[in-house]
């Protein structure tokens, strides 16, 4: 990125915005970067680990944005000068793989007191998270949430400035603040954020309770950046929101999920359009019409169904029942009959049953899934799931954990197999780790690919013949 932060030095007091002001301390932070790698004689090293989802993918491109523009070199190992987690608590798993890795980083640390760690994103808006990383461990420099993720250069340098662990964490925010650094993983494809927060209260997810209230960008901030963004080489976006489809509701003049989509399709030299996530509860006939005459939005639906069980969905809260999802992933695959459609599914809500568990089965044989990400019901504290009755044996959701992979194998292995012998476009993503001389690159359905090339052809769009199907990817040759 190109940003020019001279006119902030010397500036005596941050200006009133809240996109200056941050400019103003990210100059700031950049004077101590430069101070402190010429006492080193080398350049300050910081590392950002990700958890969780799409959405935390992207803040942390923001923060390395952010790095950038202040003189850190960014690296992937974790013996750096400044270590960063951006944290994930949907799952009980995402918490204890962090604390796992604190372990592991107090000891470089002991090593080298000079370095920073910093813990963000959804974890630390847990209260008790925050109180046992105060307490347990004090090692810790800064710790924000992710509400106010756009404060970062603001709060590294109170850091810099002191010398003890910073705790800035919000409750919530209706702040949406535009105009920040951002760095991509990849130059070719990019997420953008068009609303942030859920309002569902889906009752065993946390996602609410650390995201906030549903806030819509406006349709002009989301089309500037992604003009931007396809001046800048991009070819390929992904649309971010816990709920796509209620986009737009909250907004001073509102707009709906499929109209952004016909803006978004105008933008000249933009290839292709990705979002995520769609609930079923309001996915509109709008919208499954654009993107059946859209040239540009991918061929592939995420829909989390979660249960088959229209009992469990309405202790889910999730406001829509078997049949309706039935009915829906009829009327899109009748509108697009080569649409990849795949899910998320929990097993071992609480109160679920055998029956209950066979009716996911067969939702899952009815609709015939690409591919499904399957969870095995998590405890979140603080939900109303939590303290439901009926908590299920863990032996009882292993063994139903592992009759629905199967199935779902079986199902997107043959799902699979439908495409062999096509010839489809492949966007070029990255060189074959495993295979020498391969490239591998997604089909607009989202399914992987893998044939011989160069890197050359990284970011290029190519057609591809599919030769054969192996489960959840092809081998293929290029036409
Ligand atoms: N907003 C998205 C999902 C975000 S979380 C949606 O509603 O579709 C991603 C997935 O994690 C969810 O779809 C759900 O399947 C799973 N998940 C969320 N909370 C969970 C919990 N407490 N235990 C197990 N899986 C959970
Ligand atoms: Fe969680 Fe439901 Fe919101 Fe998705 S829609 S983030 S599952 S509460
Ligand atoms: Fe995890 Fe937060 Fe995403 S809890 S799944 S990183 S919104």
Redesign the pocket.
């Known amino acids: 990125m190109n940003i020019d932060l001279s006119i902030y030095d010397g500036m005596q007091n941050p200006p009133s915005d809240d996109t200056g002001r941050q400019y103003y301390y990210m100059a700031k932070c950049r004077e101590i970067v430069s101070e402190k790698s010429g006492e080193l004689n080398r350049p300050l090293r910081a590392c950002v680990n990700t958890f969780g989802c799409q959405m935390n993918a992207r803040d942390s491109e923001k923060l390395i944005g952010i790095l950038e523009l202040i003189g850190y070199e960014i690296t992937e190992d974790e013996h750096a000068d400044f270590v960063i987690y951006n944290t994930c608590t949907v799952r009980e798993n995402a918490n204890l793989k962090v604390y796992g890795r604190l372990g592991y980083l107090s000891n470089i640390k002991k090593k080298n007191p000079h370095m920073l760690i910093a813990l963000c994103g959804c974890m630390m808006q847990e209260e008790v998270v925050v109180n046992k990383i105060r307490k347990s461990y004090s090692f810790v420099d800064m710790i924000f949430g992710t509400h106010n993720i756009f404060k970062f250069a603001e709060i590294l340098y109170s850091r810099y400035m002191s010398d003890s662990m910073i705790i800035d964490i919000w409750k919530d925010t209706d702040k949406i603040v535009e105009d920040l650094p951002v760095e991509r993983k990849y130059p070719f494809k990019s997420g953008v954020n068009i609303m942030f927060g859920?309002n569902?209260?889906?009752s065993y997810?946390i996602?609410?309770y650390v995201r906030g209230r549903e806030r819509s960008r406006s349709p002009k901030d989301i089309v500037e950046e992604i003009k931007k963004l396809v001046d800048d080489g991009v070819v390929e976006i992904m649309l971010l929101g816990?709920?796509v489809n209620s986009y737009g509701k909250n907004l001073k003049e509102p707009v709906t999920f499929a109209k952004l989509l016909t803006m978004v399709e105008e933008i000249d030299g933009l290839k292709r359009i990705r979002f995520m996530?769609s609930?079923p509860k309001d996915l509109s006939d709008e919208l499954i019409e654009v993107m059946k005459n859209s040239k540009k939005i991918c061929r592939h639906l995420h829909l989390p169904v979660q249960s088959g069980s229209s009992r469990v969905l309405k202790m889910m809260n999730r406001k829509y029942d078997k049949d309706h999802y039935l009915k829906l992933a009829d009327k899109i695959k009748a509108a697009m009959p080569d649409i990849s459609l795949t899910t998320d599914i929990i097993v071992g809500f609480p109160g679920e049953t055998e029956e209950d568990f066979l009716e996911t089965i067969d939702v899952v044989k009815k609709v015939q899934y690409d591919s499904a990400y399957t969870f095995i019901y998590s405890k979140r504290t603080g939900t109303p799931a939590a303290s439901m009755d009926n908590q299920i044996p863990k032996e009882v959701v292993k063994d139903r954990f592992d009759r629905l992979l199967k199935e779902v194998q079986t199902i997107a292995a043959k799902q699979t197999e439908r495409f062999v012998g096509k010839t489809m476009e492949v966007l070029v993503e990255e060189k074959n780790s495993q295979l020498a001389g391969y490239v591998t690159g997604k089909l607009s359905n989202g399914t992987t690919v893998h044939f011989p090339g160069d890197e050359t052809l990284i970011g290029s769009l190519v057609n591809v013949k599919l030769l054969n199907a192996k489960g959840f990817y092809y081998m293929g040759e290029m036409e």
């Open positions: 859920c569902n209260f889906c997810c996602v609410p816990q709920n996530t609930h």
